[in-house]
């Protein structure tokens, strides 16, 4: 048992190359429609607005808080559980409704009236307006860096036709990690785009463990039958990609189960990311290099035939 | 054993003892969120310092002209320059001279008949500068005289200041402290009436120039809530420049207030100017507010005092903040971050327990896949942990929650090193090869890959360290942290365990 995968398996992986395009095709389009029509339920960092975090005594209902909040006219701000425990929530206000310091002092005002003593401050948040433009800027543009910066060093490293492999997939999990948070409305934040830009190097480790081994093989036999050569390095490598994400996701499985709740959108999207990474790295990078091999290939021999014409 | 592993054992035994020393040393600097506090993010609006500045340099313009006996028909101010028009326009030339001798700092140009003066952008830049370095020291001073807070003050960026103050502090006072301008004036009283109105209503050709309109504080007379307006002398008789000391203190009724005391050169300025002021009014300004204006009944040198509307908390916030000086500029705060106690120990609670789990899973995983040589890793996975907290330690950087994530993540990340070189030696062993060349070629083979791998995962973490906010540049850190160090004891110091314990045999149960 403990041996699993020591054979190497023989898993014709790129014969349903196809099937792998049309899926993370239709992946990447719905994520992409979520996105642009449910839209992201963005976290303070991106929206400003002052956020103020609750923890009650008592088991405690949403409404009740509203109810409260209604004293002090703020009953249309955002209330989100924190937990499952029914003990933790925050009350967002968004910035229109005036000053950060009144509307703390506000909210206090009316929990202190409907729950007495029976609650804690744990944390205020105020991000001005400024503040949530510049970091919806800085978010877009690191992960644009990061995939630049990526497919400079691939390129570097390896041949064009694999940095642009290895690249295309990396928007790929990016998209469709992004899209599951729209989907399901859980917050994106800033740690959330950082965790995203961590799936983005990591999820590039995976392939470039196949890569690696392509990169071997080609130097043993050549690129004269490609397809082939590419499902055996992945055949090859299969323990490799599936136990190094293993270990990393055992890691952020225990923190997304015990880490917290502030770790809990971070984690999340960790998990999507990388078990996007793995799948994109085999039915996704690899079949993309083997294509634009051709591709590239067809085209160079395709321009010398009319250069003899 | 042989001589080179009996070195190379020797050498990570003096890191391990040299880690374990850095580790004791001293504790680890917890982040706000993990410790609870305050951070703030201010923007110092060095815009109006330098709006202040064109309205001194268009003083200093006016007198230098005229003592070149060049009259000066106006000087508008602008935001980023001043427009002069001279009574004789053929005299530009001339005026643009003694501009450029005698001011350094502004470019001049001539154009029909006028002359554009602004500043350069060196002093633009030099003025910008000084302002939020001012800024920093006037809010560090502040917070110094409340006593020992172990706040950080730093300039973040190129006009923004950070304070972050840990414990537990109240952020309406926090900010009120660190927020208020603080620009003391004592200032020369010409008129005043109880609306801007009535005020404005006595001039009718516009007010006086040379002078301005500030409001004062309302306060309640004969049960009727009412506010007076000055017109006051544009430039203060002195400043809170020129200030010694401020105490808390009550005035003659019994209610907080604040007496001050002047510098030996703002008293003898302020002696001789109320000696000639006696039956007339000064008004007190604080912050472009009169907050109060007493009839000068005798010669004032020395000592005054600021009533107001004060809590007796508020007095003496206020005589520290004089006592510390004025903020060069107006800040205003961008982000506010207020994180209460248990939240950051219930964190710390937390992430110690996923650590631990993170640390078994992959720890038993590691053991059943690969038995010995998957113990060595755990161990070397023990040793980075060690590693990662004594670089946090010697690099003096701020543990925050993400941070510890970073950390957490790195558990399984660490060891991927180790999978990548134990399934190469697996795939060694089954061609046949004895168990030395396996290991050789194990390593000698999967260095490539990790590198490959370890080096994309630092670019994310590098551009993250650029563009992140503060805790998560906490994440950054550790991510790279970890990954360096995990390069070293999942190829060095596992291979170094590997080769002793393997020693010279052909194979051994259980090593893989």
């Known amino acids: 048992m403990r041996n699993f995968l020591d054979k190497t398996p023989n898993i014709d992986f790129l014969k349903i190359k196809k099937q792998g395009y049309i899926v993370s095709t239709l992946l990447v389009i719905a994520s992409l429609v979520i996105i642009f029509t449910k839209g992201f339920n963005l976290g303070l960092d991106f929206t400003g607005g002052t956020s103020i975090q609750v923890k009650f005594i008592d088991r405690v209902d949403i409404s009740q808080i509203r109810a409260a909040l209604r004293l002090v006219n703020l009953q249309d701000s955002m209330i989100q559980e924190i937990g499952t425990e029914k003990v933790e929530y925050e009350i967002r206000v968004s910035l229109k409704k005036g000053k950060s310091s009144e509307i703390v002092q506000k909210v206090k005002k009316a929990l202190k009236e409907k729950f007495g003593d029976r609650f804690e401050i744990r944390k205020i948040d105020y991000i001005g307006a400024v503040v949530g433009e510049e970091l919806r800027k800085a978010s877009v543009y690191s992960i644009v860096a990061v995939l630049v910066a990526i497919l400079l060093y691939v390129g570097y490293r390896f041949e064009p036709v694999f940095a642009i492999g290895a690249v295309i997939p990396l928007f790929h999990d990016a998209i469709i990690t992004l899209g599951i948070f729209a989907l399901i409305g859980e917050e994106v934040n800033l740690a959330v785009i950082a965790a995203i830009l961590t799936v983005l190097g990591y999820s590039l480790n995976d392939t470039i463990i196949i890569f690696d081994r392509i990169r071997e093989n080609i130097k043993l036999r050549g690129k004269k039958n490609l397809l082939q050569l590419v499902n055996q390095s992945i055949n090859e490598n299969l323990s490799r990609t599936i136990i190094t994400s293993g270990t990393t996701l055992f890691s952020v499985l225990a923190l997304y189960l015990f880490g917290g709740e502030s770790l809990k959108g971070f984690s999340l999207a960790l998990l999507i990311g990388i078990i996007f990474g793995t799948y994109s790295s085999i039915y996704v990078a690899s079949p993309l290099v083997v294509d634009l091999e051709r591709f590239f290939r067809r085209k160079v021999t395709g321009e010398k035939t009319s250069k003899t014409v | ?512």
Not at chain 2, 354 to 379: D, E, P, T
Not at chain 2, 426 to 445: D, I, N, Y
């Open chain 2, 1 to 512: 054993m042989k001589t080179d592993l009996k070195w190379k054992l020797i050498a990570v035994f003096a890191i391990f003892v040299a880690t374990i020393y850095i580790v004791l040393s001293k504790p680890i600097k917890l982040g706000l969120d993990l410790q609870g506090g305050m951070s703030i993010v201010l923007e110092v609006d060095v815009d109006h310092v330098i709006k202040t500045q064109y309205k001194q340099l268009a003083k200093d313009i006016k007198k230098k002209l005229k003592e070149n006996k060049i009259d000066v028909l106006s000087i508008k101010v602008l935001d980023e320059k001043l427009i002069i028009s001279l009574l004789d326009p053929t005299l530009n030339e001339k005026a643009f001279k003694i501009i450029k001798e005698n001011f350094p700092q502004v470019d001049v140009k001539v154009s029909d008949s006028i002359l554009n003066v602004s500043f350069s952008q060196w002093e633009l830049n030099r003025i910008k500068k000084l302002t939020v370095q001012q800024a920093v020291e006037t809010i560090r001073n502040r917070i110094d005289e409340f006593g020992k807070l172990n706040a950080n003050v730093s300039k973040l960026g190129e006009r923004r200041i950070l304070v972050e103050i840990p414990g537990v502090v109240d952020p309406d006072r926090a900010k009120a402290i660190i927020g208020k301008t603080a620009q003391l004036e004592l200032l020369e009283v010409v008129d005043s009436a109880y609306s801007k109105e009535e005020l404005l209503k006595r001039y009718p050709e516009g007010i006086p120039e040379g002078t301005r309109i500030l409001e004062g504080i309302p306060e309640e007379i004969n049960g009727q809530k009412v506010k007076e307006w000055f017109l006051v002398k544009d430039t203060p008789i002195v400043t809170g420049s020129q200030l010694k000391d401020a105490r808390a203190s009550v005035d003659s009724r019994g209610k907080p207030a604040v007496n001050f005391e002047l510098t030996d050169e703002g008293a003898s300025i302020f002696g001789e100017a109320t000696a000639k002021l006696i039956g007339k009014r000064i008004a007190i300004v604080l912050d472009n507010k009169v907050v109060s204006a007493p009839v000068v009944r005798s010669r004032i040198s020395k000592s005054g005092q600021i009533t107001g509307d004060f809590t007796p908390e508020e007095a003496a916030d206020l005589a520290v903040i004089l006592r510390a000086g004025a903020l060069p500029a107006p800040v205003h705060i961008l982000e506010e971050r207020v994180i209460g106690p248990t939240l950051g120990k219930d964190s710390i609670d937390k992430t110690l327990k996923a650590g631990i789990a993170a640390l078994i899973l992959v720890g038993l995983f590691m053991i059943w896949r690969y038995a010995i040589s998957g113990f060595i890793s755990v161990v070397a996975l023990l040793f980075n942990g060690l590693l990662i907290w004594a670089a946090i330690v010697f690099l003096d950087i701020t543990l925050t929650l993400p941070g510890i994530a970073g950390i957490i993540l790195n558990i399984g990340m660490a060891v991927d090193a180790n999978v990548i070189i134990f399934e190469r030696i697996k795939e060694e062993l089954k061609k046949g090869r004895t168990l030395r060349v396996a290991v050789e070629e194990g390593f000698k083979r999967a260095w490539d890959a990790i590198l490959d791998a370890q080096i994309t995962t630092l670019i994310a973490a590098f551009v993250l360290f650029q563009f992140g906010t503060g805790p998560l540049k906490g994440f950054a850190a550790t991510l790279s942290i970890g990954t360096v160090t995990s390069i070293f004891t999942a190829l060095f110091v596992t291979k170094l365990f590997l080769d002793i314990i393997l020693g010279g045999k052909k194979s051994l149960k259980y090593a893989f």
